[in-house]
């Protein structure tokens, strides 16, 4: 599979048991050993029927609130999300999730609802429960849930330990500047 074409708009869609549970387009910023794509503030939501139901987010018909610079690499069941204000990221978050898998015009993944903000060196956990409350719905299974607390409590180490990858590259670009 080839890469994305910086600039374009692909599809990130989220994928259910198979079948796609949301789409909604993002902007390819980097495709080089990570992923970097930006969701624009007010980007639409499309939620396609599906077998179990709908979509948590599914009363929202767009993204909003903030325009968020998404970081993926390959195999990790997380990304790094950028949230911006006035042109400058105002706090991480790790967003734990299937590792993404890429087509031509989309890549695909999984909110597992875990997550980790970080505001300056300070982080916390935000839906620790969220896994397990996938698991009691049908969302994900215990093997699923076991992988996201393993990859979770590794990623939480390395904060204490003070490393944070995305920031050497990441750390200071700026909306509508390309690359990283």
Known sequence: ?????VGSIVERR??????VWMT????????????AVWIE???PFTFPPHPFGPHPWSGQERWAGSSVLQLYRAGDRYSVWGFFA????????????RPYR???SWFDTDDHGLDIVIVGDEWRW??????????AEGRITEADAAAVWR????????LDRGERWWMERWGKWRPGVSGG
């Open 102 to 104: 890429r087509g031509d």
């Open 126 to 135: 935000k839906d620790r429960d969220d896994v397990a409350e996938q698991v």
């Open 24 to 35: 909604m387009p993002v902007r390819v910023v980097a495709d080089d050993e990570m992923l």
């Open 86 to 97: 006035a042109g400058r990221v105002d706090r991480w978050y790790v967003n734990f999730e």
């Open 41 to 43: 503030d007010g980007a």
């Open 14 to 19: 989220e994928i259910l048991h198979g079948q």
């Open 151 to 158: 990859e979770a409590e590794g990623v939480a180490a390395a």
């Open 1 to 5: 599979m080839g890469t994305f074409e």
